[in-house]
């Protein structure tokens, strides 16, 4: 392959290089981040841990005033079953009756504020299951289709890194190492077209000696006088 024809295929493949290289490290990250996905199944998991948790609460504090229900009928049943008799019980048992009823309010506020928790937790809790079942279904199958551009780009970076190293173990030493200065420090474009002998990059003119260079195809390479780049005829 003729020098230059090298280097501007090299330059192509270069660019393209650079292209798909970024897109495959974005796709290879997007695989890998998983925390966002693990990050709302701790939320979900949370929030049915805390609702589980007020549940069985109620349900303690329901068996509690039903324990409390069942003395109080008890009592109840003493003071006027007409068994006891004795104005001294009749009074503890009547105290017994009041502090029992105090307990039993209590307890019944308490259960009325945890009933409305866990309806509102139970809200959530579905309203949240919803949001992380379409949240899953969308990571499920943006992933497929990062996977699929991550095996195609691999396969493509394979292809350019055995056509670059094909290019540049062509090229000659003195030449390649120009090229790379000049893809580096020209913002990664290291040839300038020439057309009427006239750069098209920095429009300076091309002195006879060098365009002829760049016009013909030889061994060599010349570089603009305005902004360094190797000249190409385009
Ligand atoms: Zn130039």
Known sequence: M???QALRRLA????EWDD???RFQQARSRLSDVATLETRRGEQRS???ELAARRRR???LELELEGLQERARQVEADLYGGGVLAPRELENLR???ESLKRRMDQLEDQALELMEQVEMLGASVEEG???LASFERDWSEETASVREEYTTLRSRLEELKAERDMLRAAIPRRELALYDELRRSKGGRPL???VDRVCQICRVSVPTHKATIAEGGGDTVATCEGCGRILYLA
């Open 58 to 60: 109620l349900h303690d």
């Open 12 to 15: 192509d493949v270069d660019d």
């Open 129 to 131: 299951a919803a949001e």
């Open 20 to 22: 798909k290289g970024r």
């Open 192 to 194: 300038a077209p020439m």
């Open 47 to 49: 929030r049915q841990e």
């Open 95 to 97: 105290r017994d009756g």
């Open 2 to 4: 003729e020098l230059m």
